[in-house]
């Protein structure tokens, strides 16, 4: 098939707009959405530290490039990148190699940070004493990860490479469990938090597969592997519902987080999301008295657990 802009062979059909792509056209296609939403969630500052998860899966080492070439010509804004080190034997040993030789490529500092240092024990660790909830405390766990180095640092934002369907797929996910309270707080943030570094979310109207396929076309190094904690993860069903939805209605993803946009000043005005309070375990910013790391790191310690 023929590219719908310039008649040479195209490399992408987008089902959602209906429109054949070349690589070149393809390319500014992908780009001109990613600074948008930049610039729609308030931009990117002209000083300071942006501090960027890189797991060096596809999305996130694509978000990493993007957010260096966006912020090409800055001088006084550095850009540096975070791995979080779960623990996880035969997955996350091959995958930072991965992301060193990226920030090398680029020029980017890059920082490691254990769940071993932080949460006192590895991914492995805790999936042999509660094989139940992985996911869930590895969620948790992350995010205090990234957002205990990324403070380290003195970072102004924190960039994650949440993409369309992730953002889609947590919107249904808490719609379900009927955590509205939750969705008043999903990221990209626009209020700053003390001890909160804001997220800023690039690829958040980016479809998964787009990011695979820009990587793949301009020749980016990605870590092509599940964790294998992964497949018993809730979130599975949600993505199975939804790619569901936009094999029968492509868009369907786009129209879930529109909707999604539309209603959140009215979600925070509902559920304040105002000053947060201080775990009084960690100190750790928290909508409660005590924090979700917190509470977990305690679950992991209860009697009867192995």
Excluded: W
């Amino acid at each position: 098939m023929q590219c719908a802009k310039c008649k040479k062979p195209a490399v992408t059909f987008i089902r959602y707009s209906g429109r054949h792509l070349c690589k070149q056209h393809f390319n500014e296609f992908f780009e001109s959405r990613v600074k948008a939403e930049v610039r729609r969630q308030g931009g990117l500052p002209s000083k300071g530290i942006i501090a960027v998860g890189v797991s060096g899966g596809k999305d996130s080492i694509v978000a990493l490039h993007m957010i260096k070439k966006i912020a090409a010509g800055r001088p006084n804004l550095e850009i540096h990148a975070i791995t979080v080190d779960e623990g996880v034997e035969g997955y996350r040993p091959e995958s930072i190699p991965v992301v060193e030789r990226n920030c090398k490529l680029l020029g980017i500092p890059f920082h490691i940070v254990k769940f071993k240092e932080i949460t006192g024990k590895t991914m492995d660790e805790i999936a042999k004493i509660d094989s139940d909830r992985e996911c869930a405390y590895c969620g948790v766990f992350r995010r205090l990860c990234l957002n205990t180095e990324a403070r380290r640092i003195g970072a102004t934002y924190l960039v994650t490479g949440h993409n369309l369907d992730d953002t889609a797929q947590s919107i249904l996910m808490n719609f379900c469990r009927g955590d509205v309270n939750k969705l008043a707080r999903l990221g990209p943030h626009k209020n700053v938090q003390p001890g909160l570094i804001p997220r800023l979310e690039p690829l958040r109207a980016i479809p998964e597969k787009e990011n695979a396929l820009y990587a793949i076309l301009n020749g980016l190094e990605v870590h092509i592997a599940e964790c294998p904690y992964a497949r018993s993860a809730q979130r599975n069903q949600f993505r199975a519902i939804i790619n569901g939805m936009e094999l029968q209605t492509p868009g369907a993803r786009h129209a879930i987080v529109s909707s999604y946009d539309q209603i959140l000043p009215a979600l925070e005005g509902k559920f304040s999301t105002g000053e947060a309070n201080k775990c009084k375990k960690c100190g750790e910013p928290t909508s409660g008295k005590v924090c979700m790391a917190c509470e977990m790191k305690e679950r992991l310690e209860m009697p009867g657990k192995k």
